[in-house]
């Protein structure tokens, strides 16, 4: 019993030592009532309010979801993540522990819905080793620059837009520091905070289904549909859970059975869906394949340019095919999913001459010719150029007699390189009406009222599983000439499709075996929910309410 005894007086009198680490930096001093009187809490806020003014008053109890509605939080702590982080780990130096950051835990009624390891990016050092409080934005109209942004994004796609739904929520929020040398490690609980979390109901009048008005261009069809599945994804639209979304267009069998337009967009609305844009390059070469200005895809670069006139000149890149730049396969060092890659897109807006700069990108030498798939923006600006300097009137005289008169499409606009040549890179505007009609001229073999406009032959083409896309990147999918292709699982039956995509969500869906073309423009650009969000509106809402 003595031992026993003396086991327990022991572990009592080792705790203390324990609990007592000592800091590893030191922290900034905890000097404000309001902070010191708030230790270990979560505070939600509506705007962004300094220690120095901060008042219990101006904590949230309650927030309501509407778009006009700033959501703050403020980690009010008893110490620096760093020294928390030293507690959980004291054999790591300062530095390992930075690669560490906050645990934070989403419960919504008392369900643990989402939990994430900050990256640790996601804070500055400085502020790891020395800040007791932080403050970001989670839902914001201001459009802040911020990492509590994309954490409630992701809270929302993975899981908290289907735990908030419609109605009065309890919201938690608990925050905890983790190490990952040598292995992950969470500590104790650190901060914790909760409010009621509102989301009013839709408009009835943004939930109805929009009237297809006259003058569409397009037969009206009299299909039947599942509305209750559109008014609930137009629900989520307006109270901003689906966001930016501008257009939704379904066309079934030949014929309009869905219009709906969104925040502020109209039937005469033009579009900026960015890389949607370039499908329309792969569409004119296989239209100028067709009428003998080029020969074929298989045409090397060497074919159109003196390749030693520019820089790291390589006798691999006269091999280079215009099949490998529509696949986005080709050998040149360049990858736009790759910020430090020389031929990263963003390091071509700003020259002078954007065809200038692919060729002078280097070959990887790891790369083989038609092997790997590496997104390649410059590689369809050099397609354009060289569409450009092969078709008579060149390329945007070209396009309109040759694409666009057929479709009966009169206002667009494009997009010009330093060269005032139109932009393969994406960018060409339209109505979601006009997108759905090349949709449907591929939907149609390349046939628009009883004429080719694109050969089969390439439609075919366009529509072949050329390559698989990496998933480390795009996740499950392929690739054929500038067109992508996925297979979408509803009530568990495949549905493939090839479509165009750009940034901000912005698709044109065709759909392999189905007789359907989905048109969805949206302005959510350079957003991590952008492409997500759509692919759950397929999913869920779209695909379920017009399949047979």
């Known amino acids: 019993m003595k031992r026993f005894i003396l086991f327990i007086l022991t572990i009592i009198a080792s705790a203390p030592l324990f609990a007592q680490v ?18 270990g809490k979560v505070v939600f806020l509506a705007d962004t309010i300094s220690l120095s003014r901060l008042k219990q ?16 939080m403020k980690i009010l702590m008893g110490n620096s993540l760093t020294n928390f982080q030293h507690q959980l ?32 990016g996601a804070n500055y050092p400085v502020t790891k080793n020395i800040k007791t409080t932080i403050s970001v934005p989670l839902i914001s109209n201001r459009g802040e620059d911020s990492w509590g942004r994309s954490l409630w994004v992701r809270f929302m796609y993975k899981g908290g837009e289907d735990a908030l739904t419609t ?18 490690k969470v500590g104790v609980l650190i901060a914790q905070g909760e409010l009621q979390f509102i989301v009013p109901p839709a408009n009835a009048k943004d939930i109805a289904i929009q009237n297809i008005k006259p003058n569409s261009g397009w037969l009206v069809s009299g299909e ?23 257009s939704v267009i379904v066309i079934r069998n ?30 004119m070469m296989g239209i100028a394949i067709h009428d003998g200005f080029i020969k074929n895809e298989s045409q090397t670069l060497s074919d159109f340019y003196d390749l030693k006139k520019f820089n790291n000149y390589s006798p691999r890149k006269e091999n280079i095919t215009l099949k490998s730049l529509l696949t986005m396969s080709s050998i040149f060092d360049a990858d736009d999913n790759d910020s430090n890659s020389a031929g990263n897109e963003e390091n071509m807006y700003p020259t002078d001459n954007w065809v200038k700069f692919a060729l002078d990108l280097p070959v990887d030498s790891s790369k083989t010719a038609g092997k790997q798939w590496h997104y390649f923006t410059s590689g369809v600006v050099v397609l354009g150029d060289i569409l450009n300097k092969s078709v008579p009137g060149g390329l945007e005289k070209y396009t309109d007699e040759k694409l666009f008169k057929p479709l009966g499409i009169t206002i667009y606009q494009w997009q010009y390189t330093p060269q005032h040549v139109p932009s393969t890179a994406g960018g060409l505007q339209m109505r979601s009406l006009d997108y759905a009609k090349f949709g449907q001229l591929y939907k149609n073999g390349g046939i628009w009222n009883n004429k080719q406009i694109i050969p089969q032959s390439w439609v075919k083409q366009s529509f072949t599983r050329h390559l698989a896309l990496p998933k480390d990147v795009v996740g499950e999918g392929f690739y054929g000439y500038l067109f992508w292709n996925k297979t979408y699982l509803v009530n568990n039956k495949p549905y493939e499709t090839f479509y165009c995509s750009g940034n901000g969500g912005n698709k044109i869906f065709v759909f392999k075996d189905e007789p359907l073309v989905v048109i969805i423009t949206a302005t959510a650009y350079n957003t991590p929910y952008a492409h997500p969000q759509v692919d759950k509106m397929m999913q869920k809402y779209i695909l379920p309410a017009v399949l047979k």
């Open 224 to 246: 039947s549909f599942d509305k209750k599945k559109i008014m609930e994804m137009n629900g989520l639209i307006a109270q901003n859970r689906f966001k930016n979304i501008t």
């Open 89 to 120: 780990q004291p054999g790591l130096t300062v530095e390992d522990l930075n690669k560490g950051n906050f645990q934070f835990s989403f419960y919504v009624d008392g369900k643990l819905v989402y939990q994430e390891n900050l990256s640790k």
């Open 57 to 72: 008053a101006d904590f949230l109890n309650r927030f309501e979801a509407k778009a006009q509605n700033n959501l703050y």
């Open 254 to 283: 030949g014929k309009l059975l869905i219009e709906e337009y969104f925040n502020g967009s109209g039937r005469d609305s033009l579009h900026n869906p960015r890389s949607v844009g370039k499908t329309f390059a792969s569409a």
């Open 167 to 184: 109605g009065e929520h309890s919201l938690k929020i608990e925050v905890r520091p983790y190490v990952d040398i040598p292995v992950l």
């Open 22 to 39: 000592a800091n590893i930096t030191q922290p900034e001093p905890i000097d404000w009532p309001v902070h010191k009187a708030n230790i």
